[in-house]
């Protein structure tokens, strides 16, 4: 009978030992598993701030190049604008050079006429 005892004593430690080695070894799995998920998340927020700077540096670059076409393309309308300005007040300079001339020549005539009437 204590051979009986011995035998079951011996399985029962026999499994206690294979039960702690497969607990130990699922701690490692487990300890392995989260340093990999820690370093696969660290890489995943390095990765996500790299594609963010180069997002935002592209965003940067195409809002600069948009402001610099709008600024040129403003200048090139003012300077049209300008140009048709310039155009409309040489004509303007003209005409009152001509009535100019005009009032001119009427206010000497008149000038004439009050002096012949002296």
Do not use: P, W
């Not at 607990?23 to 996500?48: F, N, P």
């Not at 600069?64 to 076409?69: H, L, N």
């Not at 049209?80 to 005409?95: A, F, I, M, Q, T």
């Amino acid at each position: 009978m204590e051979h009986k005892k011995t035998q079951s004593t011996d399985i029962i430690e026999d499994y206690a030992e294979d039960v702690k080695k497969i607990e130990e070894e699922a701690d490692k799995l487990i300890k392995e598993a989260m340093s990999q998920k820690d370093e696969m998340v660290t890489r995943a927020r390095s990765d996500a701030a790299a594609n963010y700077s180069k997002k935002e540096k592209k965003i940067e670059s195409a809002k600069d190049e948009k402001v610099k076409k709008e600024k040129e393309r403003i200048q090139k309308n003012y300077s049209e604008k300008l140009k048709d300005e310039e155009k409309e007040l040489g004509s303007y300079e003209k005409r009152c050079a001509k009535n100019m001339d005009k009032a001119v020549g009427l206010v000497l005539k008149k000038l004439e006429e009050k002096v012949g009437e002296l």
